[in-house]
């Protein structure tokens, strides 16, 4: 399968190419999604920071996804919404947050971050939605099925943490957070990016994050927070390779740009 090294995508409005198949092989007939200069695709930027932080610059404003200052954040205070998925340093980085807010930024999050953080939070329970201007952001639930420090132990219960759904326009981008394959995930519809996390023993394998994604059938997956305490079992290109049958574009972002 063809592998598109790209920091930025979106969707809509893209140019689009359809990939040849490998030599002696044939492959179904697929969009696929070419690198540009300064990727910007119908308006929406997404810059990958750091594991599991993420810049989405918007025509309705700037979201940032669990910023953490062990990432470059690069211009600070310029925020209109940051998300935070869940209570772990990795995601919640109180320094961060205040790093990228200005005046009027709206942070938004489960009540377990909203316990932690001094800033005003704004909360979301799973399932539950909330407008920002002309941004909709929906919780998604995150958890784990059965992977845990111990016995009857998970690393991420469900309830605690979110993922979202973040609507502007005609896109639908969906965060998935630390997670395994749900069924929750498996049933969301019409998302055009969806980022995707695989690492053991936090979330889930290339293989299981590739099942999930042919489920719901986004436009564009980008794997992301794909480092952990096995990160042979984070080769993106086995999810990739396992998606090579669906008109799924597996896109590549450098989530780790020091290394």
Not at 33 to 54: K, M, S, W, Y
Request: glycine share 8%; charged share 20%.
């Amino acid at each position: 399968m063809r592998l598109f090294p790209l920091l930025l995508l979106c969707a809509c409005g893209s140019t689009v190419a359809t990939a040849p198949p490998a030599e002696g092989t044939e492959a179904p007939e697929r969009a696929t999604v070419e690198p540009v200069a300064e990727p910007v695709l119908d308006g929406i930027r997404f810059r990958p920071v750091l594991h599991a932080t993420l810049e989405i610059s918007t025509p309705a404003g700037v979201i940032w996804l669990d910023p953490t200052t062990r990432g470059p954040l690069g211009d600070p205070h310029n925020a209109d919404i940051v998300l935070i998925t869940d209570v772990h340093g990795d995601h919640l980085d109180s320094a961060g947050v205040d790093a990228v807010m200005k005046a009027g930024t709206r942070v938004v999050g489960p009540a377990a971050v909203s316990e932690q953080l001094a800033s005003s939070t704004d909360v979301l329970a799973n399932g539950e939605s909330l407008t920002i201007g002309a941004v909709q952001i929906t919780a998604v639930p995150m958890y784990n099925n059965h992977r845990g420090p111990e016995d009857g132990v998970l690393f991420h219960p469900k309830g605690r943490g979110n993922g979202y759904i973040i609507e502007v326009g005609s896109e639908r981008i969906y965060v998935a957070g630390d997670t395994a394959c749900t069924d929750e995930m498996k049933a969301l519809t019409g998302i055009t990016t969806a980022f995707i996390p695989m690492n053991l023993p936090y979330t889930m394998t290339p293989e299981e994050a590739a099942e999930c994604v042919a489920a719901f059938s986004p436009n564009i997956a980008i794997p992301y927070h794909y480092r952990g305490a096995d990160n042979v079992m984070s080769d993106r290109s086995v999810f990739a390779d396992a998606l090579a049958d669906t008109t799924v574009i597996v896109a590549m972002s450098d989530f780790y740009p020091s290394e």
